[in-house]
Nanobody, 127 residues
Framework: QVQLVESGGGLVQAGGSLRLSCAASGRTFSTNAMGWFRQAPGKERELVAAINWSGGRTNYADSVKGRFTISRDNAKNTVYLQMNSLKPEDTAVYYC????????????????????WGQGTQVTVSS
């Protein structure tokens, strides 16, 4: 079982940066692949970035490649999303998610592959 709590959201101007954090509790965090998703009003939830258990493999949505970076610190049970060059279309609620424990799990792009979810943190980018 993994509990996830996101933080770091807020209001930022276009071109600015934010870093989201996701603190996890549970004994298996270091073996969970993790992902960041987002959901804008009236739109479906979509993957932003994902990372495998060690941090050695990552995956990004095309819309954020080159601007966002996912990373993790297993000693701190935390996964991060560094967001640079933010655009108004990045405005959404951002959710942290975890796959089941297991080092064989890849950083999946599919929402259905994730078993555990946080409550989300709002990111608003003004133009």
């Amino acid at each position: 079982q993994v509990q996830l709590v996101e933080s770091g959201g807020g209001l930022v101007q276009a071109g600015g940066s934010l870093r989201l954090s996701c603190a996890a509790s549970g004994r298996t965090f270091s073996t969970n692949a993790m992902g960041w998703f987002r959901q804008a009003p009236g739109k479906e939830r979509e993957l932003v970035a994902a990372i495998n258990w060690s941090g050695g493999r990552t995956n990004y949505a095309d819309s954020v490649k080159g601007r966002f970076t996912i990373s993790r610190d297993n000693a701190k049970n935390t996964v991060y999303l560094q967001m640079n060059s933010l655009k108004p279309e990045d405005t959404a609620v951002y959710y942290c998610a975890a796959r089941p424990s297991g080092t064989h799990y890849l950083p999946s792009l599919r929402m259905s592959d994730y078993d555990y979810w946080g409550q989300g943190t709002q990111v608003t980018v003004s133009s």
